[in-house]
């Protein structure tokens, strides 16, 4: 694919084939993903891959805790609620997703099982989870150097005909997590993606979301009219 392919073609993928993918492809994958700029060359990012059971396991645990009101145990902060045209934006992709899926606005069950897909990781194959070194946590570098790499991961398998998302849900309960992804005490869970090939039967995954044009979000300083 070329370049502009990739980023303009890209759609965060929530319905999967459950077919492998194999290892030597996600390699590859994450080779072009190390190639994202960091600070000062750190690259504070791990990448913990998981499939099959524990996989599996990962998922039948955080939906039996969240289902039994367990409170979410996120280790990377969340921040405030999001409002104004922020929460306009997540209101909008919302939307788009649901109409896409049919769900009605006063359907709890339909809207319940959607939640739930986020905790199972969609129900993708594979599942990529990104930590980084604990001693690092107090660096906002840190972060922006892992969503670097991750903005450089998911286009880099959308341009090997894979699908992936970012998801927030699929980490929240982190002791779950890390035990079934054999995560070390001095790693931080930031993310996981859900990764797999796309299920074109899948109508959500047909949803483009919309971007605010370059006007409304950049600023020129120094450029003639």
Not at 65 to 81: D, I
């Amino acid at each position: 694919m070329q370049f502009d392919d990739v980023i303009l073609g890209r759609r965060s993928i929530r319905g999967y084939k459950p077919d492998p993918v194999p290892r030597a492809l996600i390699e590859e994958i994450l080779t072009l993903a190390m190639r994202a700029p960091s600070s000062m060359n750190t690259q504070p990012y791990h990448f913990h891959v998981v499939a099959g059971a524990a996989l599996d396991a990962i998922r039948a645990g955080n939906t039996e805790r969240m289902v039994a009101g367990v409170p979410q145990s996120r280790e990377f902060r969340t921040g405030e609620a999001f409002a104004g045209p922020h929460r306009d934006r997540q209101i909008g992709v919302a939307k788009q997703l649901f109409a896409a899926m049919g769900i009605a606005r006063d359907d709890k069950d339909a809207r319940q099982d959607w939640v739930l897909r986020g905790f199972r990781q969609f129900d993708a194959p594979v599942c990529v989870i990104i930590t980084y070194d604990r001693h690092l946590a107090g660096s906002d570098d840190t972060a922006f150097d892992c969503g670097a790499a991750a903005t450089a991961l998911v286009n880099a398998a959308w341009s090997r005909g894979l699908g992936a998302v970012i998801n927030s849900q699929g980490i929240m309960q982190s002791p779950v997590v890390r035990e079934h992804a054999r995560i070390p005490d001095d790693q931080v869970i930031m993310k996981s993606i859900a990764l797999g090939w796309p299920d074109d039967s899948f109508a959500a995954n047909a949803v483009v979301s919309e971007r605010r044009p370059v006007s409304e979000a950049a600023v020129f300083v120094g450029f003639e009219d």
